[in-house]
């Protein structure tokens, strides 16, 4: 079965850091780009960053541009999110997706519709 499993959210005061997780339990997609989207109580859900299949080409909403990092341990299968100087405004649930096919173009992946399969969520608070 096909799962993406999140882990890493919590409570963090402004100008904290956090790292959030995301685990290819059956490494499915490794020729994939993985990707984070996050949703806030009321919002669409709005991509965050994404990073391509062998992990050298990234790309980034510009409201994290400069705080966030992604990275990929493709021996692991696994994708992480490194959050820096959070904001109050970064409180949401945040989701792991791997896109609908394999091979795509990092730059043009970033739309929720581009992704098939994702993560449960995992709950990411910033307080001011």
């Known amino acids: 079965q096909v799962q993406l499993v999140e882990s890493g959210g919590g409570l963090v005061q402004a100008g904290g850091s956090l790292r959030v997780s995301c685990a290819d339990s059956?490494?499915?997609?490794?020729?994939?780009?993985m990707g984070w989207f996050r949703q806030a109580p009321g919002k669409e859900r709005e991509f965050v960053a994404a990073i391509g299949w062998t992990g050298s080409v990234t790309s980034y909403a510009d409201s994290v541009k400069g705080r966030f990092t992604i990275s990929r341990d493709k021996a692991k299968n696994t994708v992480h999110l490194q959050m820096n100087s959070l904001k109050p405004e970064d409180t949401a649930v945040y989701y792991c997706a791997a896109a609908t096919r394999p091979y795509t173009v990092v730059v043009d992946t970033r739309k929720v519709s581009d992704f098939g399969s994702w993560g449960q969520g995992t709950q990411v608070t910033v307080s001011s």
């Open positions: 059956g490494g499915t997609f490794s020729k994939h780009i």
